[in-house]
């Protein structure tokens, strides 16, 4: 892990676009409307690291929470706002985080009549980032959830079986998709697994990044030990959390070949937001957006 504030080589080499992002860089706190502050990253180039080379097999959505968004209405009062944000992973982007935290910044000292007026503000600019580059475009989900509706705030854990029960020698701290296994000789199964063991590194800054994850799968049963092992293998491991998300969605998919599988985790906010990258082998509704207790 490294604690240098520009970007590694490793990372330049990957996404040379980082060279143009404000991760790691000192910024200026912008508090007028600046759409230009949005900086999209291309999903491709590390897609290509993992075996996608084209059509993913997986769809899925980055579910993005902000809790520090500030508007002025037309009388100068400040409003605020929590905003909930649907982003397809099928966007030929995503959005670096630093960037999006200063765009949203720049609506501080902004007049909008009002909070439907913020919504398609931030739908129009953020679907045009996202699909920046591409022949087409799609939507993008925002919700903004104002001060009289905090109270419906839920806060629950993960669902499923928890992995964390199991004592485990751990040894690899970087991504070790060796070892899962899946026992192909017994009958199938459906299983819903958790941890919340997750840690990965910022892929520019190496700060980290905590988070929980839920493995849902159908398929021959996958050993739990060498799963919590695996995901325990991110530890050290620099990459965005959507890129996370992505590599282990590949190593279950091609190491123990479930019929179904999805992958969510929910990461620990910086900067005022949180996101929570979901990729799924089969069409469903995305999981309700609702907060871990350490978000």
């Known amino acids: 892990m490294t604690n240098d ?24 706190y912008v508090d007028q409307y600046d759409p230009t502050l949005l900086c999209p990253l291309p ?14 097999p997986f769809t899925g959505a980055d579910l993005w ?23 397809p992973a099928e966007t030929p982007n995503l959005i670096e985080s630093k960037s999006f935290k200063l765009y949203l910044n720049s609506y501080n000292q902004t007049v909008f009549a009002d909070a439907r007026a913020v919504r398609e503000r931030l739908r129009a600019d953020l679907t045009e980032a996202l699909w920046r580059g591409a022949d087409r475009t799609g939507s993008i989900g925002v ?51 958790t941890s919340d063991l997750l840690k990965s590194n910022c892929l520019v800054t190496g700060q ?21 092992r695996y995901l325990v293998s991110f530890r050290q491991h620099q990459e965005f959390h959507e890129q ?10 091609t190491r123990c070949r479930p019929v179904r599988l999805s992958v969510y985790a929910r990461y620990t906010r910086r900067g005022g937001l949180d996101i929570n990258p979901w990729r799924t082998s089969h069409p469903q509704q995305p999981p309700a957006n609702v907060r871990t207790a350490r978000q």
Request: net charge negative; charged share 20%; with cysteine.
């Open 43 to 56: 999903r491709a180039p590390k897609r290509v690291e993992i075996g996608i080379d084209g059509t993913p």
């Open 5 to 28: 504030p520009t970007p590694t080589a490793a990372a330049a080499a990957a996404l040379p676009e980082l060279a143009q992002a404000p991760l790691g860089r000192a910024s200026a």
């Open 65 to 87: 929470t902000a809790f520090e968004l500030s508007w002025l209405n037309p009388r100068g009062k400040p409003q605020v706002a929590i905003a909930h944000f649907t982003i």
């Open 208 to 228: 980290p990044d905590w988070g929980s994850v839920q493995i849902a799968y159908s398929g021959a049963p996958i050993d739990q030990e060498g799963l919590l």
């Open 244 to 253: 996370c998300v992505e590599r282990i969605f590949m190593d279950i998919w």
């Open 143 to 193: 919700r903004l959830c104002t001060p009289s509706e905090w109270s419906q705030e839920a806060v629950q854990p993960l669902g499923g079986l928890s992995l964390d029960r199991l004592d485990v020698d751990c040894t690899h701290y970087q991504p070790a998709p060796e070892l899962l296994r899946a026992d192909h000789d017994q009958p199938p199964v459906q299983e819903v697994l």
